[in-house]
């Protein structure tokens, strides 16, 4: 009986790996969390940090959204970027180190989660006039858009192709998939405590 159960188990976990890593499920899966993939312009820009420094340098997963951001600072559409979130002063010398003005940077680091950079950002914003768009990483976009507009700021979606990226390669996908399972697992404790 538990020879039979454990066969079964690690054939589940062996198609499911084959799965991830032989067909676009994670891309398809990340796609429907980024939603569009436009790059909308506007005149601030709320860039949402994704971890700590590490060692005092950017962190990587951080380092997809910062690019992405430097990459809307050059349309020269922005006047502002507001990074939120406690992750160091890595993401904001990275950017500044990438020709983005420092008087144009404005740093909000108290939150340290989610729901939080909604709340501290919808305090911070409302000095600031003209269209607000949110940057963050493609598996993320879905939860924190719907978190800011909780908080009642209306933004328009600009995602960083992060498990994208990843998936593009075989090798990439079954780690993508797993930010993808936690990510969904956080959708709904958000949904539950009502936060989105």
Do not use: C
């Amino acid at each position: 009986m538990l020879a039979r159960s454990l066969g079964r188990l690690f054939m589940a976990i062996g198609f499911v790996t084959l799965l991830v890593i032989l067909t676009p499920l994670v891309s398809w899966w990340a796609e429907a969390y980024a939603g569009s993939l436009d790059q909308p312009g506007g005149d601030v820009l709320i860039l949402l940090s994704a971890a700590g420094d590490d060692h005092g340098a950017i962190a990587y997963s951080s380092y997809w959204r910062a690019r992405q951001a430097v990459v809307a600072w050059q349309t020269g559409q922005f006047r502002t970027i507001i990074l939120s979130g406690d992750s160091g002063p890595g993401i904001l010398n990275f950017l500044a180190a990438s020709g983005i003005p420092r008087a144009s940077l404005v740093s909000e680091t108290h939150s340290t989660s989610t729901h939080e950079n909604a709340v501290e950002t919808a305090r911070l914003v409302q000095g600031f006039p003209g269209k607000k768009v949110l940057l963050t990483s493609d598996f993320h976009m879905y939860r924190a858009l719907r978190a800011f507009r909780k908080q009642g700021v209306e933004v328009a979606p600009m995602v960083a192709p992060d498990v994208l990226h990843s998936s593009e390669n075989w090798y990439g996908r079954f780690p993508a998939f797993q930010t993808m399972l936690v990510e969904t697992v956080k959708i709904a404790y958000y949904r539950l405590r009502g936060w989105i």
